[in-house]
Nanobody, 128 residues
Framework: QVQLVESWGGLVQAGGSLRLSCAASGFFLDYYVIGWFRQVPGKEREGFSNIKSSDATTYYADSVKGRFTISRDNAKNTVYLQMNSLKPEDTAVYYC?????????????????????WGQGTQVTVSS
């Protein structure tokens, strides 16, 4: 059974940092793309970063570029999201998702509809 579990969301002050993890079970990350998404009530789920686990190729949307870093540890079957210089507008529920790599570029994997496995989400709240 494919399962993704996000952890280590929480409350942090603006300018602070958090490191989220996305632990996968039921499959091996090696041939998958893992994407990070976030969603606030009333808005669409926004994809902002992804990583191709086989060679650690990463992609970032402009909204997080330079502040967030995605990484993976295939031995632990886990993907991480280091978030620095957090802003109140980063407040959202954060999700990770997985899809078998299809040979497309990073922008393709920003689309939620591409993915077929999702975690339950973890809340990140940034206070001003």
């Amino acid at each position: 059974q494919v399962q993704l579990v996000e952890s280590w969301g929480g409350l942090v002050q603006a300018g602070g940092s958090l490191r989220l993890s996305c632990a996968a079970s039921g499959f091996f990350l090696d041939y998958y793309v893992i994407g990070w998404f976030r969603q606030v009530p009333g808005k669409e789920r926004e994809g902002f970063s992804n990583i191709k686990s086989s060679d650690a190729t990463t992609y970032y949307a402009d909204s997080v570029k330079g502040r967030f870093t995605i990484s993976r540890d295939n031995a632990k079957n886990t993907v991480y999201l280091q978030m620095n210089s957090l802003k109140p507008e980063d407040t959202a529920v954060y999700y990770c998702a997985a899809v078998y790599y299809r040979g497309a570029s990073g922008t393709y994997y920003l689309k939620p509809g591409v993915y077929n496995s999702w975690g339950q989400g973890t809340q990140v709240t940034v206070s001003s």
